[in-house]
């Protein structure tokens, strides 16, 4: 089994309902069977996703991230990077930290050290213009992304896209979103997730953050089972997200399958309540989804 769960489901400046991250679990058996997953993978990690992920511990069936009265941060063994934005990668730092000092090895002198995942450009430019200030010391000496983590770096090219799995069962394959554009299309790297029971063949679809790009996404999310879809909620000229009304001009069947995440504080004030008879709803923060049994 695999199932997701969204740490927050919040716009970039959302104060209602934290960062659009999320916590995607590997089961043998299931929750209903078992304390804890197999294998585990966050979805990003952004400013609010240590305050989120501190609720989370305390909820039915997410004990097992809690120790102490403390997030416990070994638990989470894979973080999948999308982009740099501080929504994203804002808790990194704590994360790393914790690890690295509250949990320990005492005898070893070593900490926990996470597998981190992402493309090649994400990741050096992750350390280089926005981790390094923070972490780029360690007590007596320089420090490096490696220090922290071990690093998966993906290409992505043409011809083929990377990917990872979890329990040698779901794969997990990157593709470039239109997030940001500096001169031309996709020359910003942002990604999302394209995830595939290697088992039944049944896959789902996540943006991660986009613009409106359905022509090139449009035979992913025809063939998912599900689609998370990040949306914005208000227009405004050249957005870095999709418009609600873009959304909208997705055909009926695609819609009636996608649930829309990274929403602003505006979502229940009564204009989008049509969102939950045409598409699949909002994104329930801290709900597990089932993504393939």
Not at 225 to 240: I, M, N, S
Not at 258 to 268: P, R
Request: negative net charge; proline residues 5%; charged residues 25%.
């Amino acid at each position: 089994m695999l199932t997701l769960t969204f740490l927050g489901v919040g716009a970039a400046f959302a104060k209602r309902n934290h960062n659009s991250n999320a916590l995607i679990e590997a089961w043998r058996k299931g929750p209903d069977h078992q304390e804890q997953p197999d294998d585990l993978l966050l979805v990003d990690l952004g400013a609010l996703g240590p305050r989120a992920l501190d609720e989370l511990k305390d909820k039915p069936g997410f004990g097992y991230l809690d120790v102490g009265g403390r997030i416990n941060y070994p638990a989470i063994r894979r973080i999948f990077i999308s982009h740099q934005h501080a929504d994203h990668i804002g808790g990194l730092e704590e994360l790393a930290l914790t690890n690295t000092y509250a949990f320990a090895d005492p005898e070893a002198r070593k900490g926990f050290k996470p597998q981190i995942i992402s493309s090649i450009n994400v990741l050096v430019n992750l350390w280089d213009t926005s981790l390094k200030g923070g972490m780029g010391a360690i007590q007596g000496r320089h420090a490096l992304l490696q220090d922290y983590f071990f690093i998966l770096a993906l290409k992505l090219d043409k011809r083929k896209h990377e990917g990872f799995s979890l329990l040698k069962r779901y794969r997990f394959d990157i593709f470039p979103t239109d997030h940001i554009q500096v001169e031309r299309k996709y020359d910003w790297p942002s990604y999302g997730l394209y995830i595939t029971d290697t088992r039944s063949g049944e896959t789902v679809f996540f943006s991660g953050d986009t613009r409106y790009d359905y022509p090139a996404y449009s035979r992913m999310m025809e063939a998912a089972k599900v689609c998370f879809h990040d949306v914005q909620l208000f227009d405004q000229p050249d957005p870095v997200h999709p418009l609600i009304h873009e959304l909208q001009n997705m055909p009926a069947e695609i819609k009636a399958k996608t649930i829309l995440y990274h929403y602003g504080d505006e979502w229940d004030t009564g204009p989008f309540d049509f969102v939950d008879g045409e598409f699949k709803g909002f994104a329930v923060p801290q709900q597990r989804y089932v993504l393939f049994e």
